[in-house]
């Protein structure tokens, strides 16, 4: 397991008695939960989510391939490709090796260029299926607001050119880009359309969720969740 930018007190090991309590009491708005698929108990976690209306997400782990078992049938996501997570390499099968053998499932691209090089995006841009790509800004506390010095969770963070880190020991623990400069970054490095850019920051993630009969895309009879850029992707109105 990888933990990551994760406190270690917030971090489980798979049980199922405490699935169900964190179930009950969020009351059906958890939709998305990150397992790391090497850990014993794992596959019944995995498969008890989809159950509960719960898509599971692998991430945040050290598995190699042999260690990932898919609910047939279910949509499966990955929790940021790359980041927290074995890589893909010529030696072993790393989780991060996944999205390229399995097509069918969805996985989190972060493009803020810190945490994931430009090439690696590049890669998964013109390699991977562009139905399943879900740009990610992994924002967090400072994101959008000028550098300096934050507190997350009790603990001091630093957001500067190299993303925002935890103060006592460099750790990156997020993002301080917002989705509309991600999107922005993205085009700009891939050649990927607009249209594109905005399909893999809202309607993908919308079809993941199994909401994109209602939002997502601009379409007839879809609920009017609007935001408004300018050429500069800069936000200028929210309309909703």
Known sequence: MKKGGISADYISVPDT???????KECKGWLKLMTVAPELKGSDTIINELPNYGIIPCLGHSNAEL??????????????????????VTHKKS???MLPFLNKDVFFELNGDGIHVSDEAVLM??????KEKLILVSDAVISSGLEYGEYESYGRSVTSNEKG???????????????????VKRFIKLTGASLSEAVQFASLNPSVLLGIDSKRGS?????????????QE??????LF
């Open 66 to 87: 042999s260690d990932v078992s898919i609910p047939e049938g279910e949509k499966v996501s990955m929790t940021h490709l790359f980041n927290a997570m074995s890589p």
């Open 164 to 182: 925002v880190r935890y103060k006592e020991d460099n750790v990156l623990m997020g993002s301080n880009l917002l989705i509309n400069n991600i």
């Open 94 to 96: 790393g989780l991060g």
């Open 233 to 238: 992707y800069n936000v200028v109105a929210n």
């Open 218 to 230: 601009l379409e007839t009879g879809k609920e009017a969740d609007i935001i408004l850029l300018d």
């Open 124 to 129: 998964c841009y013109k390699n991977l299926n």
């Open 17 to 23: 008695k405490l699935l169900n309590d964190i179930v």
